[in-house]
């Protein structure tokens, strides 16, 4: 049965890879996408789906009900871009200065329209719906899920799968990690308030940059001296800024970074423990602390059922020997938020590009190969009717050909 839908992916990746090479050249940062949820509902409206627009702020919703009842199934996809500046020698880099699609969010969006459009071809085959969720802002706390979610994209979903391409992992290689997969992640900063003045008389001031350095190597104590050693927990300074003049002190300094944990007690220790460091070493040398601590994304926790589900299927199409359990990861993901309404699995697609350098996602240089689209776009078609028929299908034949 599924078959003709593979081959129909296969026939329609040209056009994938035009649209996904479109969203390359012209990303939009988070909270800030204007014409990519356009270009996504009129993608979809063109399939005679339902089309919600403007779901929790920028996000784009298209239901597929199949000409049989049942459940329903729901995919998601993200469509922001980050900060950097593209320095890939490609003809689709991007367009816009200082902005780039280097997390393979163009990769995810593409792959989900063409399943969109495989699935709508064939909905006198399903038995149930198929809810498209195309996500904007995944990368920057509080994320796009959390408000999709409150604006009801949920609403009636039994099950949600995502995935997440891998720039590291080989062609077509599955990842999945059954239980807690990604991290819990927080942000938070130190705003440093010490007295400047004239570089040649620091006795005249509180110097905020050396208070700050302080600051910053007290808090690598925290997980090399105050976790468990066992227990998971990352404490990363990110950017430690202040001053200007090369002879002037400045009256302040600040400090970000970020937090990742899984465990909840740990969490909270961390986040009282950087106050505490903060605080006592800045009133220790003259200076002020003002800590913010902001709680970000809950852990990615994928339900068992579900990622032996994914795995089955996975395992049918590519074979075992595609199927990688891979550890679990500090990196955040809002998708967490889904899995805490309902079920569902978050899994990762191998792209790396062969003979390459390979560079890390969040790279000036990022780049997958677009051929990932194609073993996404299976494996969410095979899953769908796997789910949704209740029934574990062989692909026997389809594994030859992929």
């Known amino acids: 049965m599924l078959d003709p839908m593979f081959e129909r992916l296969e026939e329609l990746y040209p056009d994938l890879v ?33 089309v919600r627009t403007g779901v929790g702020g920028k996000g784009v919703v298209g239901i597929l009900r199949g000409d049989k009842p049942g459940k329903t199934v729901a995919l998601r ?22 902005i780039m699609h280097a997390c393979g969010h163009d ?24 809810v498209f969720l195309h996500q904007f802002a995944e990368e920057v706390i509080p994320g796009g899920a959390k408000f999709m979610i409150e604006d009801g994209c949920l609403d009636g979903v ?35 308030a010490g007295k400047g003045g004239h570089a040649a008389t620091p006795h005249f001031t509180v110097d ?3 208070t700050g350095s302080q600051v910053l190597l007290n808090l690598q104590q925290i997980v090399s001296r105050q976790i468990d050693p066992v227990k998971p927990a990352v404490v990363t ?50 200076a002020e602390a003002e800590y913010t601590y902001t709680r970000g994304y809950p852990a990615v926790c994928n339900h068992p059922g579900e990622t032996r589900r994914i795995e089955n299927v996975a395992t049918a199409l590519y074979g075992k020997d595609m199927i990688e359990h891979i550890d679990a990861q500090m ?23 062969e003979e390459k350098d390979v560079y890390p996602h969040h790279h000036p240089k990022f780049n997958v ?27 026997a034949a389809t594994q030859e050909k992929v």
């Open 208 to 210: 905020p940059l050396v």
């Open 369 to 395: 190969d677009e051929k990932a689209m194609l073993y996404i776009g299976r494996l969410f078609i095979a899953s769908v009717f796997n789910y949704l028929s209740g029934v574990e299908e062989s692909f």
């Open 331 to 353: 990196g955040m993901e809002d998708f967490a938020y889904y899995l805490k309404e309902v079920p569902g699995c978050f899994f990762w697609v191998g792209g790396a590009l």
């Open 77 to 98: 996809a993200d469509f922001d871009a980050l900060p950097i500046q593209d320095e890939k020698d490609v003809e689709y880099k991007s367009r816009i200065p200082g």
């Open 107 to 130: 990769i995810h969006t593409a792959s989900l329209l063409g399943t969109a459009k495989v699935l709508s071809e064939h909905r006198d085959k399903l038995e149930g719906t198929v």
């Open 18 to 50: 035009e649209f996904r090479r479109d969203l390359h050249m012209y990303p939009e940062l988070s909270h800030k996408e204007e014409k990519t949820p356009g270009k996504i509902a009129n993608f979809l409206s063109d399939l005679g789906l339902d």
């Open 237 to 286: 300074i990110a950017s430690f800024k202040g001053g200007e003049g090369y002879n002037v002190i400045p009256d302040s300094a600040k400090i970000t970074g970020t937090v990742r944990t899984f465990d909840k007690d740990i969490q909270d220790w961390i986040e009282k423990s950087i106050e505490s460091i903060a605080s006592s070493t800045c009133h220790g040398l003259g």
């Open 158 to 192: 039994d099950v949600v799968y995502g995935a997440h391409v891998s720039s590291k992992h080989p062609l077509g290689k599955i990842g999945l990690k059954e239980g807690l997969a990604m991290a819990n992640g927080d942000t938070f900063e130190i705003e440093i």
